[in-house]
């Protein structure tokens, strides 16, 4: 399963050049650009409401853009949705699983919705990198198990297919220190695998996990940068300082 | 075949494992089968009724007990005044108030001709009528006696002029009004699980979040929304065949028609159904919201379709609605094939309309249902 030959651009997995997005009045994304390089971790960095969830739906074709244009694997996110839904990954923030279905009923679910038959669902399943604890809550119902697990559950039915591209909106929300460092392995063993990662989070520890990193302020791009570069630009120690020291006086200011 | 698969046993499995969904679905359709049989099968019976006796003859004193022997009336008084009649009514100790006139014996023997008045409480339209009615029919049939009696030799030149029609009730010779309004109910608890359960499904899955996954799967949409509604259409038949067994096996409804006609009329109109309960997903973004465009809509078809109210009873100018609502089909359908056995000759104009219907909806929905968030 490797892309068409040309249809990616330059080695670029998603490129996105003066993407609108407005509810009414509001502009919830305004003119951004970016590029995601093929096999990379990309973080979206930003307070809630900064954009980041309207931004990933686009790329993933659950809403249309405004303006501007955007492509993923080359493929054009107004008119193609269908053909990337084909090889791209999605976890939404409230990761989307059935809560009254067991463990592997869930796997079940998402491997057949995805196309694979019940021995692909195992053999994938069996490969996982979670499959010790699947294997061992599989018969529980999904709102009984620990959340670390439930979202390393999501994952393993978000990429089921095998995606060349997996959308994580804020992953790790909620979920203790442990089970995020152990949710980012998980991210890096896939993005070693030549899978590409969009990944949104407001924790700015985790922002140091990413190999690039664009900071999102009021539906506008505010920084961009590989974690290294960006704190060398702003002279701070952390990105957590970086991040205030871009956004947050502002955000305090009008702050809801 | 595979997504579509997926889908059904997931929605499948979530059906069964909602217990107190499955509860309601299996018990609520008895206790209303139970209930509103009875209660919208209740024939007018007892009626009470007082006698103004103007004329004092042998035969207006044997009036009040005509009146009562039928069964349709109870006598609770018979005055000798006019003026103590209203009292009755005003009072709501009578629905209805016969007048017999001064000489009404003599008259009616005579050939004069005479009249009987009937005072009726009109507050309830239903009732007054059909009280009329009965009242008309039993003193037609009392008067129709006295005058035809050979025994009385009536005066020269008086030649009544009486008509009796011969009336033969077909289909349902008792007139047993459980056979009319059964069927009724079974469409009515049909429509209304079908749409309201399938109403809330895609909405459910928007509040909780999974849809937003279903939408981003490689999945057409009509892939999704087939695989969604097969399990509906399953508790469909189902609670179906708990109303069918019901009505035979309690209220003894006959089934003189195909079964299997009947599955293939309810196949058709399940796609009406269901798809009314995905447009208003369509629509609505919480469950709640789903919940009221469902029973408004539902209100509307239930009383127009012809299951309580009878549709003749409607203004002209409104009739054309009944005409526009899918389920007065149904029932009628239902009423036909199951009382006169009708087959699928004379229900095929109905069929028709319900399977035009059921196409309209469902691609309306399929349509306006994207593959996006709003």
Known sequence: MSPPAGRLQGGYSVVVEDLSRSFGDFCAVDRISFQVKDGEIFGFL?????????????????????????????????????????????????FSLYEDLTVSENLEFFGGLYGLSHAQVTRKVKESATAADLEAFSGRRTREIPLGLKQRLALTCAVMHNPHVLFLDEPTAGVDPISRRDFWALIHELASGG????????????????????????????????????????????IEEMFIGLVGRERTADDD | MGRIGAIV???????????????????????????????????????????CDLDRSRLSRSIP????????????????????????????LASVAVVIPHGFSKDLISGVGTGIQLLLDGQDSNTATLAAGYLTGILESFIGEQISDPLKTLPEGAVPAFLSPDIRIRYNPDLRQKDFMVPGIVVMLLTMITTLISAMGLVREREIGTLEQLLVAPVK???????????FAVV?????????????????????????????????????????????????????????ITIFLLIFMMIMSGFIF?????????????????MSFMVRVTRDLFIKGAGFNPLYKQ????????????????????????
């Not at chain 1, 539906?219 to 060398?232: E, T, V, W, Y």
């Not at chain 2, 006598?75 to 103590?84: D, F, K, L, M, R």
């Not at chain 2, 949409?221 to 399990?231: A, H, S, V, Y």
């Open chain 1, 195 to 238: 899978t590409t990662v969009f990944v949104t989070t407001h924790y700015m520890d985790e922002a140091e996990y990413c190999n690039r990193l664009a900071v999102m302020h009021k539906g506008r791009i505010a920084a961009s940068g590989s974690p290294k570069s960006l704190k060398n630009r702003y002279q701070k120690g952390s």
């Open chain 2, 310 to 326: 009878p549709l003749e009873n409607m203004p002209k100018n409104m009739r054309w609605m009944a005409s526009m609502n899918p």
């Open chain 2, 9 to 51: 046993k997931k929605e499948t499995i979530l059906l069964r494992r909602d217990r107190i969904l499955m509860a309601l679905m299996l018990i609520m359709p008895l206790v209303q089968l139970v209930i509103l049989g009875y209660v919208l099968s209740s024939e007018i019976r007892g009626i009470p009724a007082v006698v």
């Open chain 2, 221 to 231: 949409k009509q892939e999704l929304l087939i695989g969604k509604i097969i399990p």
């Open chain 2, 65 to 92: 007990r005509r009146l009562s022997s039928s069964g349709y009336f109870k006598v609770i008084a018979v005055e000798n005044e006019e003026s103590s009649v209203a009292h009755y009514l005003d009072r709501g």
């Open chain 2, 351 to 374: 069929g028709m309309m319900l399977a035009v219907f059921g196409l309209i909806v469902f691609s309306v929905a399929v349509i306006r249902f994207r593959k996006r968030m709003s």
């Open chain 1, 46 to 94: 930003g307070a809630n409401g900064a954009g980041k969830t309207t931004t990933i739906r686009m790329l993933c074709g659950l809403i249309l853009p405004t303006s501007g244009r955007g492509l993923v694997e080359g493929l054009d996110i107004g008119k193609e949705a269908e053909e990337i839904r084909k090889i791209i990954g999605y976890m939404s923030q409230k």
């Open chain 2, 236 to 292: 469909g038949f189902i609670e179906l065949a708990i109303s069918l067994l019901f009505a035979k096996l309690w209220y003894e409804i006959p089934i003189r028609g195909s079964i299997g006609l009947y599955m293939l009329m309810v196949t058709v109109y399940l796609f009406t159904t269901l798809g009314t309960g995905l447009l208003v997903s369509t629509v609505a973004r919480t469950q709640q919201q789903a919940m009221f």
